[in-house]
């Protein structure tokens, strides 16, 4: 029903392509990075709960099938979210090559929110760059207001910056006013904005 797409920055040959087929500005995104000379904020689980770290490349299709179930279960009420296969995960997995750690927050045997956060080598080699992406954060609703995403977020960064890098990178809907909040209370700042357009057909 509709034709969407996407445009780094705010202005430039995309945007007026987009505009000149008719679609329309309807979600922005920010890039926010870290890039402080001092590590980042502590921030702690709740007493009753424990992280589970595993290496991304080491995962069993069992494990990451647990991950996925939460990352649906975190991402359904988020905007233009789709569930994401298992398969497609496996072969990111299979295929991927740059040091990736999944970050489990646990309460005895069930999982309250994920993290999937990478040095990004390749990009640094080409770019001579020291830096890293959290790729997915996601909390379960009713484990939410506890404090859970921002340790996970604090442990992964730590994580990072122990391998080296010196700038922590990640995603996030403009108009999430409570995810802003949680990065911006680690020191993240926002660096760059983009736009999703869209054709209702």
Do not use: C
């Amino acid at each position: 029903k509709h034709a969407k797409t996407g445009a780094f920055h705010t202005s430039g040959w995309k945007h007026d392509l987009a505009m000149e087929f008719g679609m329309k500005d309807v979600r922005h995104f920010y890039s926010m990075i870290y890039d402080q000379n001092t590590s980042p904020p502590e921030a702690h689980l709740p007493e009753e709960m424990i992280f589970d770290h595993e290496m991304f490349q080491d995962t069993n299709d069992e494990v990451l099938g647990q991950f996925i179930d939460v990352l649906n279960d975190s991402f359904a009420d988020h905007y233009g979210f789709s569930p994401e296969p298992v398969d497609k995960f496996i072969k990111f997995r299979d295929n991927r090559r740059e040091p990736m750690r999944i970050t489990f927050a646990k309460e005895g045997d069930d999982i309250a929110g994920i993290l999937l956060i990478e040095e990004s080598t390749r990009y640094n080699e080409e770019n001579g760059t020291k830096v890293g992406w959290a790729n997915i954060l996601g909390v379960r609703s009713q484990y939410r207001k506890r404090g859970i995403g921002r340790a996970l977020l604090s442990d992964g960064m730590k994580w990072i910056l122990d391998r080296g890098m010196d700038t922590v990178y990640l995603g996030v809907d403009a108009e999430n006013p409570k995810a802003l909040d949680l990065y911006k209370s680690l020191d993240f700042r926002v660096d760059k904005e983009s736009i999703t357009y869209q054709l209702d057909l």
